[in-house]
């Protein structure tokens, strides 16, 4: 089996934010619940400021501090999946520990306050358990891997497009968008992205792109202190994320 | 009602009075909670994906190591062989039932699907979370002060069934509130709560408020009145259990001092604006800080003064609060800092309790009153050991002769 893994070229990437769009209509998540985000960060002083973006899906780590610290196995990492972390929607809690122990800041709890007026959940009212239902919704709803519109009162996360990765034939390298033959399995976010700034594979098979991206252009991983390996690198300047600092006092330093 | 105490304040009148405040309070506070959960969901909370924790896990995180504190405080007679602390020993172990089944009932209406908990937890085994070990060690913590109370209830003060459901008891105290302390400490990606050391911290302080909310409820008993106590009960009142309360203050503060030293010295900004730009810079932590523990420390300095009632009652009162505060802050002080400085987040992420939020924190106020007036009226609560109580000089002996 794979060990489906992500690169992001933060060269390449425009900071666009299309991932975002594509996951959300993908995905079918709230105002807010973005999966898959931009973030924007600025460092120093005109005339030599500079601005960064950063994508952030889940980084599906291979040592998931969220998957230890769920208390009924909700949220598992699947070696038959690629090693993709998800969350059994009808196993959660809805407990947040997870939210809590992820050093990401991936994971949703939609259960809360809407981020833009009117809710969008008061106009497509919840049906059938879902907590809201939009006329249009991805048709593979998988409650076991958190695929679909969540119930009211669980975590929801990036699943990587298990929806669509799974379709995959058996031993492929990589999932390029410019594939024919593959690109009906490409994550949202990774088909979407117009700069090709994202690369979708296999993290097992050394002859890989994405391995290929990683030892040749000096993949890192986000926060790698924490030791939760994550399976998305980044390459190319801007992955050292600034540490925090009150929006009052940007320019004390 | 056993011969053994002097009439109770609450088992009349007053009692049945507060009863109905407290139980109105109770149904009013939980229907409006429960209204507000059952018609918007946890929108009614002031939390977020970016702060998922706020003050009904705070309140749960008060309510449980106040029991925790109450279960090690009952221990000093029960298992260590303190007899000048009978007296409170049994109202100890009640109390720590059930401000545990406030505590718990609060958590309740704070998860997203609490009654899947019953069966997910058990069936699913997950060993490597520490709120598995929590739901185990709370559920055995429950189950042997609920046997330790029956034995008391019974009369076996001394029997060795009695002695090892007490040491049982003791036991899953610490672990239960060990443990409840690791959910936060073990969280290395939160550095400020990220301490090896955070067990012994909720001990210190759990006992803290545990005496602040004994000492209170003991006098509530006997109707502020002093005289009307056994005398083994006020002599303890007078002497071993003031002294206690204030050395407890006194530690309390400085494992508060502790923290924010190391805290404010770290380089770390997710430590260091914790304490800088968010906790002294919040005039109710600070208020809570002096008011619910400075003041309350000085006041038990003078040995005149510590042994007066009404300086007990009232420092009692300001350190439950006070610790409530200091409860609260260190649940959503762990969080304040936005993981990533992102656009959407620029600054400390802010976060003030809903009406429903403090609905049910409220709810668990008035269901540890409504719980506690019960006791007293139907439990004799001041029982203790018969011969401590025809002669009260025994137990102002020093502990183990």
Known sequence: MAKWGMVIDLDKCTGCQACT????????????????????????EYPSAQMKWLPRPCMQCENPSCVHVCPTRATYKDPDAGGIVFVDWNKCIGCKYCMIACPYGV???????????????????????????????????????????????????????????????????????????????????????????????????????????IGDKHGVRLKDHTGNRPQVYYLGAGAAVPAFTPADRENDA | MSANTQPNALQGKLGSLLLLVASLVFLASLGYGVVQLATQGHTSFNTSSTLPWGQPIATYLYFALASSGLGLIASLPLVFGFKQYYPIAKRCIFLAFIVLISGMAVLALELGNVFRMLWAIPLNLQIQSAMFWMGVFY?????????????????????????????????????????????????SMRPFWFDALLPIYFYFTGVTSGVAALVFFVYLAYGFQRERMPRALQSLLTGA?????????????????????????SNNPEISLVWTDYLFASPLYNLSLIVGLLVPFALMLGAQWRSRMDIQVLVACLVFLGLFAERFYFVVGGQVVPLFQGTWVPNLISYTPSATEWALTIAGWSLFFVLYLLGEKFLDLGDMPKQLADSPQAAAQPAGT
């Not at chain 1, 009162?153 to 699943?159: A, W």
């Not at chain 2, 002695?163 to 969280?187: D, P, T, W």
């Not at chain 2, 003031?242 to 404010?264: D, E, H, N, Q």
């Open chain 1, 107 to 213: 994971r949703f709890y939609a259960d809360e306050k809407p981020l833009i007026e009117p809710d969008v959940r008061e106009a497509f009212p919840g049906e059938n358990g879902q907590l809201w239902s939009p006329p249009y919704q991805n048709p593979e709803e998988d409650w076991r891997r958190g695929i679909g519109i969540q119930p009211p009162g669980v975590v929801s996360k990036c699943t990587f497009c298990y929806h669509k990765v799974k379709h995959a034939p058996e031993g492929v390298a990589d999932l390029d968008e410019d594939n024919p033959a593959v690109k009906e399995y490409v994550p949202a976010c990774v088909r979407t992205c117009a700069p090709k700034a994202r690369y979708f594979g296999d993290l097992d098979n050394p002859e890989s792109q994405v391995n290929q991206l």
């Open chain 2, 139 to 187: 559920a055995l913590d429950l189950l042997f002060l609920l046997w330790k109370f029956s034995k008391l209830q019974n009369g076996e003060w001394d029997s060795k069934t009695s002695k090892q459901v007490g040491i049982a008891s003791f036991i899953g105290v610490l672990l239960a509130s060990g443990n409840l302390a690791l959910i936060f400490g073990m969280m």
């Open chain 2, 241 to 265: 259990l003031p002294k206690l309360f204030a050395a407890l203050i006194g530690g309390t503060l400085l494992f508060i001092a502790a923290r924010a030293i190391t805290g404010l010295y």
């Open chain 1, 21 to 44: 769009t594509a996951c959300s209509m993908e995905n079918n998540t709230l105002p807010g619940e973005s999966w898959q985000d931009v973030l924007f960060y600025h460092e120093g």
